[in-house]
């Protein structure tokens, strides 16, 4: 499987940016999806996910109601709507993937099967 990350770009302060994450498979067939970030000298992080087989998604505290995550299985796509972006949301997105549910414990850690190439979200002041 093959995910493609687009989206990215510069954005102001308070504006708003949607991703996109093709993937090269069926989307159904993908349990759970997920967008995690990494700014320039720091480790990746956890973003949000969505789990399709219970229908409920989950956000880092640092973007929660400010973010959104969906997908949309006819396009084999997942999103991240990003609303009321500050600096500290400039990264490089990744999108990732994994073909079983992943345990509430695992959610937001790195034990994904796939991931994308990253885009590069910069939020200028």
């Known amino acids: 499987v093959q995910l493609q990350a687009s989206g990215g770009g510069l954005v102001q302060v308070g504006g708003s940016l949607r991703l996109s994450c093709v993937a090269s498979?069926?989307?159904?067939?993908?349990?759970?999806m997920a967008w995690f970030r990494q700014a320039a000298g720091k480790e990746r992080e956890f973003v949000a996910a969505?789990?399709?087989?219970?229908?409920?998604?989950y956000y880092a505290d640092s973007v929660k109601d400010r973010f959104t995550i969906s997908r949309d299985k006819t396009k084999n796509t997942l999103y991240l709507q990003m609303n009321s972006v500050s600096p500290e949301d400039t990264a490089v997105y990744y999108c990732?993937?994994?073909?079983?549910?992943?345990?509430?414990?695992?959610?937001?850690?790195?034990?994904?099967?796939?991931w994308g190439q990253g885009t590069l979200v910069t939020v200028s002041s």
């Open positions: 990732a993937a994994n073909v079983n549910r992943l345990a509430l414990s695992a959610v937001r850690g790195p034990r994904y099967d796939y």
């Open positions: 498979a069926l989307t159904y067939s993908l349990n759970t």
């Open positions: 969505i789990d399709r087989s219970i229908g409920r998604s």
